[in-house]
């Protein structure tokens, strides 16, 4: 897919690889329509973009608002091409530390963001017979590690929701994709880890906001429906799923370093 003219709408798109997804977006002359709850910061990326571009402040925690939104993209532009499910955070702590309302806000952005946004764009997909949903899960959504178990759970939702909803459309022209990075350099872990024990632990298998987001880019040129972050990574969860009991007890050290 040529990405020139694209209408592509980005949750989460006011800071870390949301906007600079927007960013090798807008360079490809695609039109980013940024959504995030900060109007400053969505003004101040918006005007360093290079084209024409969009932006919203929407909560994908409120689904009249979602609705709204999606509404008003379409009253200006006509259509949505891609949809990037971008919004999400993470809070990494024991089981036994966290509230149930934790849990709960969680899985209502990670999740159900996720869930209100796809439901207020797909029918006009369908309408046209094309379009992309990419959702940002995780590696966490194909391993679960000590000390993310609400994070993890987030994941393990949107990748099955990915996975079937793929399934479901696979023959109305839309395409359903899944990016799954591992650790990335962002402001994710000011909120995930404050105290950067975890982000230091994993410094040497951090990857740069820049990086996966030349591969959601690659991702949507491509059509592809899946991508794994790193690519080695891809590999291990392949062998992780053959032997998941075994390579827990072989990768705990390793992987539970939060």
Known sequence: M??????????????????????????????PVLLARSEDKLRALAAELKGESGWF??????????????????????????????AGY?????????????????????????VRCTKAVVPHMLARGSGQIVNVASMAGKIGTARS???????????????????????SGITVSAVNPGPIATDFFKTADPSGNYERSVSRIMMTPEHVSAKMVKLMEKGREEVDLPGLAGFGIRLYNLFPRLADKLTYNMMNRK
């Open 2 to 31: 040529k990405l020139q003219g694209k209408i592509v709408v980005i949750t989460g798109a006011s800071s870390g690889i949301g906007a600079i997804t927007a960013q090798m977006l807008s360079e490809r002359g695609a039109v």
């Open 57 to 86: 402040v929407c909560d994908v925690t409120d689904e009249a608002e979602v609705n709204r939104t999606m509404e008003a993209v379409l009253d200006r532009y006509g259509r949505i091409d891609i949809l990037l499910n971008n």
């Open 90 to 114: 993470g809070k990494f702590a024991a089981f036994t530390e966290m509230e149930p309302g934790e849990f709960a806000a969680m899985m209502d952005v990670n999740y159900m963001g996720i």
């Open 149 to 171: 178990v609400a994070y993890t759970a987030t994941k393990h939702a949107v990748l099955g929701f990915t996975n079937a909803l793929r399934q479901e459309l696979r023959k």
